[in-house]
């Protein structure tokens, strides 16, 4: 090891926001507060959905399978460590042996929501209490910039009524998804509220079980995790429960160690099998950061799980969870409303047991904002990312081929670049490693 490492990148071509980053504050020995992760998973937990009504509009709306996913307590020391890694130029987790993501496979897989259908966006400017009036049959008591409180949805439609009607059961089924959004999926930063932009989406139930749900969620979760990497950021509200199964099904480091192999039922998302107890181990809220920022810097080639989802268990999964399996590996812009983050399975091509080249550059994306923008029709807005969501099959990811077929040369190849464009490390210095088998 040289006497004054450098972390990186050496080649600053792809990591371009080096500089913004809370790596390069964390090197210089600033201090960083730690982030604060906001996904109100107990809460929601609190709200069990039996009526045989209301869970067949569920499934006809694409939430069916969502509603059996409990939310887990939170790692926060490793969701730390991991924005750490989080590089919004690449949307990927920069690793020591190369690139990693949360990607539409582990959402569909994991969650059970849709992520090949039409886009979820649409107009924001409304008459809210109209909306409400005809979607929820009443008013909420207070609309503020066009959200309202989650906890007027759980009190007012959590205990139907016996012999509850038609109209009843819509409100009550739309209640309860749009605390499923303002819980977890997209959550608000005041921990309290919910945005009505996605209540209009709820109208037609069988239009709604045709969005593209998991793909919205996915360009949530990209946008939080990116604006969170950056240096002074202090909150980070997406959909958590996901990125951190995502993380114990992919990294052994801070993995819990399950008492129960749990036999999922025919609904179920494979996300379900974390719903167990598990060996008794340190609180996870207060364990220490930089033992996983260590662990990470440190990590071994064997110490990652490339593939988690062997066939034996895809099998057993809703239709739903492997539907439209094709747009996994597609090149695409994600869309939520006024979020547009790029998909990038070119990245990150051992994630489907492919052998990694040196992937091409990610468009960049324009990342706008609501501010100023509340009557905006993102449909319009967004027209030229849409039509690439439109032709996402036709920009499918596939492994390239080489002079040399050999995978061990191929993967050294991909590291000797890898680790000039890299952050190699935040805190240990390591040296680039070599796969040999």
Not at 246 to 266: C, F, S, V, Y
Not at 289 to 313: M, N, V
Not at 342 to 360: A, E, R
Request: net charge neutral.
């Amino acid at each position: 090891m040289e006497q004054n490492p450098d972390p990186g990148p050496v080649d600053k071509s792809v990591l371009v926001e080096q500089e913004l980053h809370k790596s390069e504050a964390i090197f210089v020995g600033k201090a960083c507060k730690p982030i604060r992760f906001i996904e109100h998973g107990t809460r929601l937990n609190q709200w069990e959905v039996r009526h045989e009504g209301i869970l067949t509009l569920l499934r006809r709306a694409g939430f069916y399978h969502l509603s059996f996913l409990k939310r887990v307590q939170l790692d926060h020391a490793l969701l730390n460590a991991l924005v750490e890694r989080w590089r919004r130029e690449t949307q990927t987790f920069h690793l020591r042996f190369g690139e990693m993501a949360v990607l539409l496979k582990d959402v569909a897989i994991l969650t059970g929501l849709r992520v090949h259908g039409t886009p979820v966006t649409g107009a924001t400017g409304c008459h809210w209490e109209q909306l409400c009036l005809e979607l929820l049959g009443q008013e909420p008591p207070q609309i503020k910039g066009g959200s309202i409180n989650i906890a007027w949805l759980h009190d007012t439609f959590a205990n139907l009524p016996d012999g509850a009607s038609k109209l009843q059961i819509e409100h009550a089924t739309r209640a309860y998804i749009m605390y499923q959004f303002g819980c977890s999926l997209f959550p608000d930063p005041s921990g309290t509220r919910v945005h009505l932009r996605y209540l209009a989406l709820l109208r037609d139930f069988d239009a709604s079980g045709e969005m593209a749900w998991g793909a919205a969620v996915l360009a949530h979760l990209y946008r939080e995790l990116g604006k969170a990497s950056m240096k002074g950021k202090a909150n980070c509200c997406a959909f958590l429960t996901l990125l951190q199964i995502w993380a114990w099904e992919h990294i052994q480091i801070g993995r819990p160690e399950r008492l129960e192999n749990k036999d999922l039922t025919i609904d179920q998302p494979l996300g379900c099998r974390w719903d167990v107890p598990f060996k008794n181990r340190e609180n996870v809220r207060s364990m220490d950061h930089e033992f996983y920022r260590h662990g990470l810097d440190t990590i071994a080639d064997c110490q990652i799980t490339w593939e988690p989802y062997k066939p034996s268990l895809i099998g057993g999964l809703p239709a739903l969870c492997t539907l439209g399996s094709a747009v996994w590996r597609s090149k695409t812009p994600l869309i939520c409303f006024q979020i547009v983050e790029m998909h990038v399975p070119d990245c990150v091509l051992l994630q489907f047991g492919m052998i990694q080249h040196i992937p091409g550059p990610v468009e960049a994306v324009e990342r706008v904002t609501m501010q100023g923008k509340t009557d905006e029709d993102w449909s319009t807005y967004h027209e030229k990312y849409i039509k690439q969501w439109d032709n996402r099959l036709l920009s499918v990811a596939d492994q390239q081929n080489t002079v040399n077929s050999d995978p061990t040369h191929a993967r050294n190849c991909y590291l000797e670049w890898y680790w000039q464009i890299t952050r190699r490390w935040i805190s240990t210095p390591v040296e680039c490693p070599v796969i040999s088998y």
